[in-house]
């Protein structure tokens, strides 16, 4: 099949999604302990350049990746609002013709470095799966919060599907982020509100 017409960056975008959700209350029934927990996700199906083949450099993908996700980063920042992001995670669906591989070069730092930025920063690791699939696939896409890994409240999972997405020759690109942690978190350990230094960590 011929590449189709680029037409963001030297990359195909055929699709742009966004999905939310609001939670309020617990499975068991208690309210939210304070603000009611948003997530947001942002996905976009691009034409996968290295569909059906084997490459040894992802070199230029990597490259188109970094605009990608300044684009990512409007876009949650949009959808998100005034509201500040404590944690978030990124995915790739990869289809039938591709490698996880493919998947994975459109999710490294140079894509994830402009999303924390629009995001108010973030210097904990950015959680990340894949998986290859076909159109209508789930994916649970990890959350953890943005500024130290070691936030148990904050370990959580967004799982979405895309009806038409991805196609054999395309990846899907999700990102996901988090207002707080799950609501009446009770495991202990670091709390949010504890976050010092610089690296994350404690």
């Given at each position: 099949m011929?590449?189709?017409?680029?037409?963001?960056?030297?990359?195909?975008?055929?699709k742009w999604y966004a999905f939310r959700e609001e939670t309020l209350a617990l499975e068991t029934g208690p309210l939210a302990d304070g603000e009611p927990l948003v997530k947001v996700?942002?996905?976009?199906?691009?034409?996968n350049p290295h569909a059906g083949q084997f490459v040894e450099s992802f070199d230029e993908v990597i490259k188109r990746?970094?605009?990608?996700?300044?684009?990512?980063?409007?876009?949650?920042?949009?959808?998100?609002?005034?509201?500040?992001?404590?944690s978030y995670g990124k995915a790739a669906l990869?289809?039938?013709?591709?490698?996880?591989?493919?998947?994975?070069?459109?999710?490294?730092?140079?894509?994830?470095?402009?999303?924390r930025a629009?995001?108010?920063?973030?210097?904990?690791?950015?959680?990340?799966?894949g998986k290859r699939g076909a159109p209508g696939a789930t994916i649970d896409i990890p959350l953890?919060?943005?500024?130290?890994?070691?936030?148990?409240?904050?370990?959580?999972t967004v799982s979405v599907g895309f009806t038409d997405s991805p196609g054999p020759d395309e990846v899907l690109v999700a990102v996901a982020v988090a207002t707080r942690g799950r609501l009446r978190a009770r495991l202990g350990g670091l709390k949010s509100s504890e976050i010092v230094g610089k690296d994350g960590l404690h």
């Open positions: 011929p590449a189709r017409p680029a037409n963001f960056n030297g990359l195909h975008i055929r996700v942002v996905a976009a199906a691009l034409e990746s970094q605009a990608l996700g300044v684009e990512f980063g409007r876009r949650l920042r949009a959808a998100v609002g005034t509201a500040s992001v404590q990869v289809g039938a013709n591709g490698e996880y591989e493919h998947g994975n070069a459109f999710l490294t730092s140079l894509f994830a470095d402009p999303i629009a995001l108010g920063g973030g210097i904990a690791w950015f959680p990340s799966t953890a919060h943005k500024d130290a890994l070691y936030v148990r409240s904050h370990y959580d």
